[in-house]
């Protein structure tokens, strides 16, 4: 197993390492930082909870420390795109964790906070500004930052960024960085959009994937509960005062369902908090720091404001909603059993969300088991068929066709279970998970305590 000490990261990194008693490097570490280190291009197929953070944090750091000089005004060394607020801000304490015994300037810059001390803090350079692309972009017209220095760019999360429509901003941004950079390119997941993005951005990439789903839905105690809509409000509260529970993420497909699922346990005494993109910025720093701290032991979030966030020790993650985007719910429950715990997922299932079910099914390749509001086992009369009817091999798991089966395919369904056209013309049908072979490829799985490498197929690697 590789050790940091084996990956020659400066002295200063290393004994941030230390000081974060951070051992062994994850396995989309031990297989990006190499590549960065010798100067590649690099696109990771991970997602939050792999490390991959660190994985492209500690070479940049290296890098800077072997060159160092000062940014010039208005100008960054190093640029990292990462689509929401929160994400940003932990890709900033990251950087100056592991950059501590070191000196280097770290800029955030992202919206919803007033932009004159991010426009003062860029004038003098910075080494590295972590920004999400549409701040960014009003900085360059401002014209309080040029991008003509940026010797790396990351961009982080790329398949979120599609989501949330970000492409534009991220073609014009890339207009304006020199062709001759280092680029570090991570998705979750790599519908044909992104594949493109990746090809128009990077040269000769090494192609390095993790598989943190397979591994993290194994560790969950998944079960759903048959309900009607009508009757979620209560198997909600119900659930919140019955089950043990440290912290639980409640998920709700709408920031008005959340809103409204905070006002209905308010009445019902259970203090909640709830993280959205309607929220102020000092809203959700609010709410996010009153569920770190413990003060409110339920945050009711969206997926999108829930991508990224860091927090420790969610014992359980209830889908209030399910999501019709059926690896959202592999994101989702990969909010417990962060740093090898193990945690509880809960999926309330009302009668138009079967389909989405018989999804996230075919996606994790498992049934997931029904219970009653107890957590009781029930016999199965509501669940989701368990034949897989475009695929004959349920059992496939090993199978290095997996990019072509049904299981691998990402769809989006609405309520009721008609599959449409594609809601925003985006990903559609897009077959998943199918990595571009031009380039090197290794693939490896997180298991958090337990690895599993050497699959060689990158198309089972989700
Ligand atoms: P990320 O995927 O970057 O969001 O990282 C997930 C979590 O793993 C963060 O809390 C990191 O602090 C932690 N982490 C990252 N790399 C390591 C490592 N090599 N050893 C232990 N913890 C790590």
């Known amino acids: 197993m590789t050790a940091f000490l084996d990956l020659g990261l400066a002295a200063p990194i290393t004994r941030a390492l230390t000081d974060e008693r951070y051992e062994t490097p994850t396995p989309i570490q031990a297989q990006t930082i190499p590549h960065v280190l010798a100067g590649r291009d690099v696109v990771g197929i991970a997602q939050t909870g792999t490390g991959k953070t660190a994985a492209f944090a500690l070479p940049i750091l290296n890098h800077l420390t072997k060159h160092q000089k000062r940014a010039e005004r208005k100008t960054c060394r190093v640029l990292v795109l990462s689509p929401t607020r929160e994400l940003s801000g932990q890709i900033v304490d990251s950087f100056k964790t592991y950059g501590r015994h070191m000196r280097v300037g770290v800029t955030l810059a992202i919206g919803g906070v007033p932009i004159g001390r991010q426009r003062s803090a860029l004038a003098n350079g910075a080494d590295i500004l972590v920004a999400t692309p549409g701040r960014l972009l009003d900085l360059v017209n401002n014209g309080a930052l040029r991008l003509d220095h940026v010797e790396i760019l990351v961009l982080d999360e790329a398949d979120r960024m599609l989501d949330m429509g970000f492409i534009n901003d991220i073609r014009k941004i890339i207009r304006q960085i020199p062709i001759q950079r280092q680029t570090l390119f991570f998705s979750a997941t790599m519908p044909k959009e992104i594949e493109e993005l990746a090809s128009s951005m990077l040269r000769d990439p090494a192609r390095v994937a993790v598989t943190p789903a397979a591994s993290t839905v194994e560790r969950i105690a998944q079960r759903v509960v048959h309900v009607d809509k009508a009757g979620k409000p209560s198997l909600l509260a119900e659930t919140l005062k019955n089950e043990n529970i440290d912290r639980a993420i409640v998920f709700t497909r709408t920031k008005h369902g959340a809103d409204k699922v905070v006002r209905q346990l308010e009445q ?16 959700r720093d609010r709410a996010l720091s009153a569920f770190r701290n413990g003060s409110v032991r339920t945050l009711i979030a969206t997926d999108i404001a829930a991508r990224g966030i860091d927090v420790d020790g969610i014992s359980h993650v209830i889908n209030y909603d399910l999501p019709n985007v059926p690896e959202s719910y592999v994101h989702r429950i990969g909010r417990t059993a962060r740093a090898g715990a193990e945690g509880v997922a809960i999926s309330f299932c009302d ?33 989701a068929p368990r034949e897989h009817p475009r695929n004959n091999r349920p059992d496939n798991r090993g199978n290095s066709n997996g990019g072509k089966n049904g299981a691998n395919r990402k769809h989006r369904r609405r309520p009721g279970g ?23 490829i290794s693939s490896v799985a997180f298991m958090q305590g337990r690895r599993d490498n050497g699959r060689k197929d990158v198309r089972n690697a989700r």
């Open 351 to 383: 009668g138009e969300e079967r389909a989405f079910l018989r999804d996230i099914e075919r996606l994790i390749r498992m049934s997931v088991p029904a219970t009653d509001r107890n957590g009781q086992a029930v016999a199965e009369t509501h669940s």
């Open 418 to 440: 008609q599959r449409p056209a594609d809601a925003q013309g985006q990903r559609g049908n897009a077959p998943q998970g199918s990595a571009p072979h031009n380039g090197e």
């Open 268 to 283: 019902k005494g259970i203090p909640a908090t709830a993280i959205h993109g309607n929220k102020s910025q000092g809203q």
